[in-house]
């Protein structure tokens, strides 16, 4: 039987409402839940929705309240209603890199298997089961990369100033996105210098997005005060988190976190991240798949905290760079292996630390670092084998 798009779709569907009756049943009888911590929060916030109250008096809420007034339904309705929206989220994220991909006028195969890398991947999969809303920012942002090059330029900027709303870390492609709104892409040609960095479409997108983003985030002011600005923005300009997770930089943080050294090494964390951001917008935005890829995979991997849920803001755009790399089959599994063999190491000595309470924080920064170099390697590999290709040319979208 040929594999087709459609039945792509409805085995991935299959396959997550699997995990969340699975997750129904090791939840109910197993301590260690399947469901994802966060779920109970966004839960617990939208019942205080329910109830006319802020969503910010339950503790670590730290998003904003659109989501938890989404999930209101999760107690009229059912408790896994939230669920299945993040699996709505997650198969639309599948149609959207399918029509990307069709744009580019892809063989159907190079275009089923760039969709396989998301639909059926087991992680993406097992984290929008669980109850994480990822999968709605990877929708947003590629939805405005899919409009975009659709030349609906106000669709696309309506996407990205909820995506921005949602999250504040999808303002680091707002360089990008307005280079490549130049010459190649309206086909037109500038009077002067000035008209050729103020150009029409970039006004237009600047303008749109920013006003979405200032719409909702007023709105949501209005509804909850300072603690909506504090919670779903500067929480996480500040945050130093010193629990145990990915980043290299968190022993250091659990080791000064009394300390004025603590703020300070939070705030220059954030160095390499803008320099990489910068770089990659100015030399990469006319391939606009590499660069929110590139942008994304060392974002995260910067990060001063980096959760296994970041890594879907990355996934997500993955299948758009294999589509164009010269990678062998053999190399692609050998950097995959070598991706989810770093996450074994670090998950290991973090189960005896969460679980059996034994001191191995030490050996877990020790894995972080290892996991850090295994990232830097595996974005060495993909820049040096990518097959750069402008997304537009003369106006119109490039082929493949």
């Not at 360089?175 to 008209?195: C, H, I, M, V």
Request: glycine share 4%; with cysteine; proline share 3%.
């Amino acid at each position: 039987m040929a594999v087709t798009f459609q039945l792509l779709v409805a085995l991935s569907l299959i396959l997550r409402l699997a995990l969340i009756a699975y997750g129904e049943w090791q939840d109910k009888y197993f301590a260690v839940k399947f469901t994802d911590v966060d779920y109970n929060v966004f839960s617990d916030a939208a019942k205080l929705v329910a109830e006319s109250r802020s969503p910010y008096l339950r503790p670590t809420y730290r998003y904003t309240p659109i989501l938890a007034i989404a999930l209101v339904p999760n107690h009229y309705l059912f408790f896994a209603f939230g669920k299945l929206l993040f699996v709505l989220g997650d198969l639309t994220s599948g149609w959207l890199l399918y029509k990307i991909l069709s744009l580019q006028q892809l063989p159907e195969k190079i275009k089923l298997t760039g969709c396989i890398a998301w639909l059926l991947n087991p992680l993406t999969a097992v984290v929008s089961s669980r109850g994480n809303a990822e999968s709605l920012l990877s929708t947003l942002l590629l939805a405005t990369i899919y409009f975009v090059m659709q030349k609906r330029l106000s669709v696309a900027a309506m996407f990205f100033g909820l995506a921005v709303h949602m999250k504040i870390f999808p303002a680091i492609y707002t360089l990008s996105f307005l280079l490549l709104l130049d010459e190649n892409y309206s086909s037109k040609r500038a009077g002067s210098w000035w008209k050729s960095i103020f150009n029409s479409e970039r006004v237009k997108f600047a303008l749109v997005s920013g006003a979405v983003f200032f719409a909702i985030s007023c709105f949501s002011y209005i509804l909850y005060g300072y603690e909506f600005v504090y919670n779903a923005y500067l929480y996480h300009i500040i945050r130093r988190d010193t629990r145990h997770n990915f980043s290299i930089y968190f022993y250091m943080l659990y080791l000064i976190q009394e300390s004025w050294q603590s703020s300070l090494l939070g705030l220059l964390a954030f160095a390499p991240q803008a320099m990489i951001v910068l770089f990659s917008s100015v030399y990469l935005h006319r391939d606009i798949s590499l660069c929110c890829f590139v942008q994304t995979f060392a974002f995260v991997t910067y990060n001063k905290v980096c959760t296994s849920q970041y890594f879907l803001w990355y996934l997500s755009l993955l299948p758009l760079v294999l589509v164009r790399t010269r990678m062998t089959l053999w190399e692609m599994c050998t950097v995959a292996g070598m991706w989810f063999l770093g996450q074994g190491l670090w998950l290991a000595p973090a189960y005896f630390l969460e679980f059996e309470g034994y001191n191995t924080f030490f050996l877990i920064w020790f894995a972080s670092i290892i996991f850090f170099c295994i990232n830097t390697y595996i974005l060495s590999r993909v820049l040096y084998c990518h097959l750069y290709r402008p997304t537009f040319v003369c106006g119109q979208v490039a082929k493949a």
